[in-house]
């Protein structure tokens, strides 16, 4: 699915995010995937959190774009505040976060798994 991942790093644009509840240590929810394309309303390529965690090592780039300013916002690791994994989260806060953009639409891949993070 993501053979980019072979070729020289790029940019890409996140979309839209997959969600799930994790229960520990209290509920909360992380962004579990992520889907990339040139359009808002279109994720062209669905990322599980693990891919898109190797792609930001391997010098790839991700960001959300606030189409209202046209500002590309980049998209870094961190770590989650409540449980301390890895997660991804947009580097400015501001009315444009990651973590209120549209659910993708596509049905769960089997294989995203936050163990492996
Ligand atoms: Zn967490």
Same mark, same amino acid.
């Given at each position: 699915?993501?053979?980019?991942?072979?070729?020289?790093? @790029?940019?890409?644009?996140?979309?839209?995010?997959?969600?799930?509840?994790?229960?520990?240590?209290?509920? =909360?929810? =992380?962004?579990?995937?992520?889907?990339?394309?040139?359009?808002?309303?279109?994720?062209?390529?669905?990322?599980?959190?693990?891919?898109?965690?190797?792609?930001?090592?391997?010098? =790839?780039?991700?960001?959300?774009?606030?189409?209202?300013?046209?500002?590309?916002?980049?998209?870094?690791?961190?770590?989650?505040?409540?449980?301390?994994k890895?997660?991804?989260?947009?580097?400015?806060t501001?009315?444009?976060?990651?973590?209120n953009?549209?659910?993708?639409?596509?049905?769960?891949?089997?294989?995203? @798994?936050? @163990?492996? @993070?």
């Open positions: 699915m993501n053979e980019e991942l072979d070729q020289t790093p @790029s940019t890409w644009r996140i979309v839209c995010v997959k969600r799930r509840i994790f229960p520990q240590p209290r509920s =909360h929810i =992380h962004i579990v995937g992520v889907g990339t394309g040139e359009s808002a309303t279109w994720a062209d390529l669905r990322w599980t959190l693990a891919q898109a965690l190797a792609a930001l090592k391997a010098g =790839h780039t991700f960001y959300i774009l606030d189409e209202e300013h046209g500002q590309p916002i980049q998209v870094v690791k961190t770590e989650c505040r409540v449980c301390d890895m997660i991804l989260s947009a580097i400015k501001g009315n444009m976060q990651l973590e953009m549209r659910e993708c639409v596509y049905q769960p891949d089997p294989e995203v @798994s936050f @163990s492996d @993070s």
